[in-house]
């Protein structure tokens, strides 16, 4: 097995649909995805599964078996293979390697939404820039758009958002947040770069650089937390501020979606999903949903990236606030992450026994 990072994204652009996605938004789908290299007579999928996988063939040939049993060899070099594996779901074949294969598997939920962000980003720009005055940078607007904080908005929250955002002239040297203080705003970078700076074990320590379209601050808005961090400009520039009540109600709320537990458990089950706990460590010790794995809020900042981009993840704490200050931030990662809507204090008695477990 190899890893996606090995493979020349102009490759994959010879793939229906990844030829429709810009090189930046490819890059994105295919991260944290691999490439797997199967002997003959591996089972890639099953007829009538519903699976979220989308599965391209790199090289070999595999074989198509519809619930007959009638058998269809396809080879990667044929034009058919330019597609994903008969992608319909539930599957209409099992589908096998007949020779020693390679194939790509991406999320395919991340692949559409991708794809319909890429495919609407032109009649939205176009529609944004015919209601924003004049003087909005319109080239920032677009490099704005492309960050993964705008996948789940609707477009009317987006022209409000950018009529919100107030300009701020900043320096180079000057700390715009310092640790401690309270979150009342966040900042988009619309020119100069900025230094990220947090404290680790009584050390200051630069975790960050950020650039044009980057932001910052709000962490500590979903936390409803003090900052954790400092912020120093390494240039002039010029940021975008956005005050709290705007942020809770044109991006906070709309990007976070939240799932009953009877549907997310069974999300989980069918192995669409996995659950993730984010509450202290010695919270998931005490007690924790079967099969959760756990990464704490305070961490996800950081430690994110050891988490595999090509899966769902459904998101829990004790009451469901923890929960989606986490999915946010993984949502602007590029994760795809939804929350246990009311946390594990809306399971029944019932469903505490059945799925509830100590470390």
């Not at 010879?14 to 090189?23: C, D, I, K, Q, R």
């Not at 599964?49 to 619930?67: M, N, P, Q, R, Y």
């Not at 401690?180 to 900042?187: F, I, M, P, S, V």
Request: glycine share 6%.
């Amino acid at each position: 097995m190899i890893t996606s990072k090995t493979l020349a994204l102009d490759v994959l652009h010879n793939f229906v649909p990844l030829n429709a996605l810009s090189a930046q938004r490819l890059k994105d789908v295919v991260s944290g995805c691999y490439v797997e290299s199967l002997p003959p007579e591996s089972i890639i999928c099953r007829y009538g599964e519903c699976d979220d996988k989308t599965v391209f063939l790199l090289s070999g040939t595999v074989a198509l078996i519809d619930h007959h049993g009638q058998q269809t060899l396809l080879n990667a070099i044929q034009p058919a293979a330019n597609y994903a594996l008969v992608d319909s779901r539930p599957r209409q074949f099992t589908i096998k390697s007949h020779t020693p294969i390679n194939i790509l598997t991406v999320n395919q939920q991340r692949l559409h939404d991708a794809l319909v962000w890429e495919q609407s980003l032109s009649s939205l720009a176009k529609a944004l820039f015919a209601n924003l005055p004049p003087s909005m940078d319109k080239e920032w607007v677009l490099h704005l758009l492309q960050s993964h904080i705008f996948y789940r908005l609707p477009p009317m929250n987006i022209l409000e958002l950018l009529n919100a955002l107030i300009e701020v002239p900043v320096k180079k040297g000057q700390k715009v947040i310092s640790m401690g203080d309270k979150a009342d705003c966040c900042y988009f970078i619309k020119s100069g770069r900025a230094e990220v700076k947090q404290l680790d074990h009584n050390e200051v320590l630069t975790v960050a650089y950020l650039g044009t379209g980057g932001f910052f601050g709000e962490e500590g808005l979903l936390k409803n937390a003090p900052r954790n961090a400092d912020v120093v400009m390494l240039e002039d520039g010029l940021l975008m501020r956005l005050e709290q009540k705007d942020f809770d109600r044109l991006l906070r709320a709309p990007s976070v979606q939240s799932m009953s537990f009877s549907l997310a458990q069974a999300v989980v089950n069918s192995q669409e999903a996995v659950w993730l706990d984010i509450r202290l460590l010695e919270e998931y010790q005490l007690i924790h949903l079967k099969g959760a794995m756990h990464l704490s809020l305070a961490d996800i900042r950081l430690k994110a990236r050891q988490l595999p981009l090509n899966k769902h993840y459904i998101v829990c704490c004790d009451n469901g606030q923890r929960s989606a200050a986490a999915a946010f931030l993984l949502g602007i990662q590029g994760y795809n992450a939804s929350v246990l809507a009311g946390g594990l204090w809306s399971l029944s008695a019932t469903e505490r026994a059945q799925y509830l477990e100590a470390a």
